[in-house]
């Protein structure tokens, strides 16, 4: 556990935590009837991983300056990276119900000036990881052992700012970053590998320079082991970890749905998906 993370974080498994993290994410889509559900179901374990295993943050204090920063590229994620705070106690619970009403602290879409945690505003997408380079490079100026971590998605692949930032990366030794790739393989259009295939994408990352981990981004020891070793690794390059993760996990019969980028969820299905859920409920 990162020193500055509080120690009764440390109580709770990691796999309780996404659990708790699906959870939040499936009530705050069943105000609103509608939300990027599957995505943020899908990247759960991730989250968990990042905010209670590898991140360095005060939850009482989110504008501490020795923490590490975490980017939410993918701006439409914001459900997902909302549950993983309100977990983590940076934001309460009690505004879940508030979820993307007139004068929420949690728009639709992430709005880094609305939001305590939000680091950035995400919107168009391929610009988080240009963002990450420079503050990188900021915190290392400052002479901080803070780390820069980007959560961008596939489709963010097919953007050549995306590119440029991790030549950039890679070019001033920024081993203080490191990108996460939700590899989902799902876009508005269809499967990412069908629209703009990035594959062979270790490769890719690798060539621009790049520590390349891939792994299954719903195993949690197996994040857990990349995390860490992204963290601890002495070489002078930036770290990318591919996370190939599975859109609305652990509710089979969303997961079954052929189209998943915005998931269709009928009225009476969230308490449907909510109790699918407990079935599941690890200790």
Known sequence: MPQGATATMSNVSLDRRAWNIRRKALLMGEVQGQGYIGQALGVADVLAVSYFHALNHRPGDPEWQGR????LSIGHYAIALYAALMEAGILPE???ETYGMDDSRMPMSGMAAYTPGMEITGGSLGHGLGIGVGMALGLRQKGSDAFVYNLMSDG?????????????????DL?????????N??????????????????????????YVQRVDG?????????????????????????CDTRMCKGV???????????????????AKALDVLEQGKPQ
């Not at 963010?156 to 001033?172: C, D, Q, V, Y």
């Not at 393989?185 to 790049?210: H, I, V």
């Not at 719903?218 to 992204?230: G, Q, S, T």
């Not at 089979?252 to 969230?270: G, K, N, S």
């Open 94 to 96: 009690e505004e879940l």
């Open 68 to 71: 590490d920063r975490f980017l």
């Open 218 to 242: 719903n195993d949690i020891p197996a994040l857990v082991a990349a995390f860490d070793r992204a963290r601890t690794l002495s070489e002078k390059q930036p770290r990318v970890i591919i």
């Open 156 to 172: 963010e692949l097919g953007e050549g700012s995306t590119w440029e930032a991790a030549m950039s990366a890679a070019h001033h």
């Open 252 to 270: 089979p019969f969303l997961e079954d749905r052929e189209i998943t980028h915005f998931v269709r969820v009928e009225p009476e299905e969230w």
């Open 175 to 183: 081993s203080n970053l490191i990108c996460i790739v939700d590899f």
């Open 185 to 210: 393989d799902q876009q508005a259009d269809g499967p990412s590998t069908k629209m703009l295939c990035s594959e062979p994408l270790d490769a890719k990352w690798e060539a621009f320079g790049w």
